[in-house]
């Protein structure tokens, strides 16, 4: 379809794109018709500055939805900042009850799809308030959707059980169907059952959302993580990596949100590392950086990887921003990362730090009833660093009994062949050299080269194994079996 001119959109006609829009996110509505959205997406926001207020208003919910929903996140976030900091202007201009209620639900699907949960959280209960106030059933649905989405995003799941069970009594009471005005409610099942390790329930989301005829790009990638993690939590890696790789490859990837795409690579390399296919995650993940708040955090997913790979200080190394992010970190990612490593310091014989790394994060586990922390990490090293936590603190055994029943459900994680790497000669002899508890000049002295071109020769060889230190490039030999 062709760009609609901003020139070919009369006050009216926007208006008009704007309150499909709204009407298309409400229970009953229809799903927004191509053109509207295009309306909605070319119009520049200087023309709704042209608009009398309420019409302003309307047409500015109307642009943050269309760009939130289709790809242009950034500019949905920039509109919804805007209409922030234009608040003290504007706080005696009075609007009706439904263009408020528009607005803050456009600002909270805004605020959240760009990774912003907290502040998609405040404008959620704002529009809360409006819908409880005027009685308005589809409202309050829509509300509620879009509170429960956000705080399971933000990690505070036990408010986003509670809100998601307030909302399928609004649906219960008026007999709805399962349709796109649940979109909000299917990221926030998804993150639900995944904190809560429920394979079936996760594989029910998928089978619903699959039911739906949704045209918002976003909507499939929730599909495919719904039906990737119920299969990883069942026990098939292997069947689980299919559905993540068709979004990430399919026709639509360029227009998902990045909180959309971070999540499903994140949670594909979540199932490599379970297959046993740490390097393959590393892989994937290069380059890719964590949203401002870590919302969708890949460190997590590399830290998962590098405990496989036995990489303790590369685990450390990959998860220091997390730590330095300090509150501004996502609630939601923080337990996971501390875990993480909590098992690196104890293997690395940091004992004081571990034991401080791990009940962080036993607490912060404790208080969102979340298990999807424990995911992927061997159990013999969660179970020594909970003992240790019951010998120091013998009034928290009950909360530990509790977490380890915890860990019973999560699937073992197939271990990493880790066959002899395949090494040029040069590298066979580095390698071989290093094993001896000689300092690099003697060890250059015995190839016969500089100590710059021996550092040049491990350099290289710690690259291929997939390590950073001549410890770990010796313990990674050592178990591949290639001093046998």
């Known amino acids: 379809m062709p760009a609609l001119r901003v020139e070919e959109h009369p006050a009216s006609t926007l208006v008009a794109a704007a309150s499909a829009a709204t009407a298309s996110s409400l229970y009953g509505g229809r799903e927004l018709g191509a053109r509207d959205r295009e309306r909605l997406l070319q119009t520049r926001p200087a023309r709704a500055l042209q608009l009398a207020h309420e019409d302003r208003r309307i047409a500015t919910a109307g642009m943050i939805l269309a760009r939130a929903r289709w790809g242009s996140v950034a500019e949905a976030l920039e509109l919804a900042n805007a209409v922030l900091d234009a608040g003290d202007d504007e706080r005696d201009l009075p609007l009706a009850p439904e263009t408020m209620s528009a607005l803050w639900a456009a600002m909270s699907e805004a605020f959240s799809t760009a990774a912003r949960p907290r502040q ?154 379970a297959r046993g296919q740490p390097q393959r995650a590393i892989t994937m993940l290069r380059d890719a950086p964590s949203d401002a708040e870590h919302t969708v955090c890949l460190n997590l997913q590399r830290a998962s990887a590098y405990l496989q790979l036995g990489d303790n200080h590369a685990v450390l190394s990959a998860t220091t921003d997390c730590v330095r992010l300090g509150e501004k970190h996502c609630l939601r990612t923080l337990p996971p990362i501390l875990l993480r490593r909590a098992v690196a310091n104890m293997r690395l014989g940091h004992q004081r730090a571990a034991d401080e790394s791990f009940a962080d994060a036993f607490h912060l586990m404790i208080a969102s009833a979340a298990a999807t922390p424990l995911l992927t990490l061997d159990r013999s090293e969660v179970e020594t660093l909970l003992t240790r936590l019951g010998e120091s603190h013998p009034d928290l055994r009950p909360s530990i009994d509790l977490v380890r029943r915890r860990t019973l459900p999560m699937p073992v994680v197939t271990p990493p062949p880790l066959l002899p790497p395949k090494l040029s000669e040069r590298e066979a002899e580095v390698a071989a050299l290093l094993r001896q508890p000689l300092p690099l000049r003697e060890l250059a002295e015995r190839l016969f080269v500089s100590q710059n071109t021996m550092k040049t020769h491990t350099q290289a060889l710690y690259r291929k194994l997939g390590v950073t230190s001549r410890v770990d490039a010796v313990s990674f030999l050592e178990r591949s079996g290639f001093y046998d």
């Open 120 to 273: 998609g959280m405040l404008c959620a209960e704002r529009l809360l308030g409006y819908a409880l106030d005027t009685g308005d059933d589809a409202w309050a649905y829509r509300a509620l959707g879009l509170l429960a989405a956000a705080a399971a995003f933000a990690g505070e799941f036990v408010l986003a059980e509670n809100t998601v069970a307030r909302a399928d009594a609004i649906a219960h009471r008026g007999g709805w169907d399962y349709s796109i005005a649940a979109y909000p409610l299917i990221a926030a099942e998804l993150l639900i059952g995944s904190a809560r390790v429920d394979a079936a329930g996760l594989a029910a989301i998928a089978q619903r959302s699959r039911d739906v005829p949704a045209q918002i790009p976003i909507w499939s990638s929730f599909t495919a993580i719904a039906e990737g993690m119920a299969l990883m939590l069942a026990g098939q890696p292997a069947r689980a990596a299919s559905p993540l790789i068709a979004v990430l490859n399919g026709a639509h990837a360029a227009m998902l949100p990045r909180i959309a795409h971070d999540f499903v690579l994140g949670t594909l390399a979540t199932v490599s590392v």
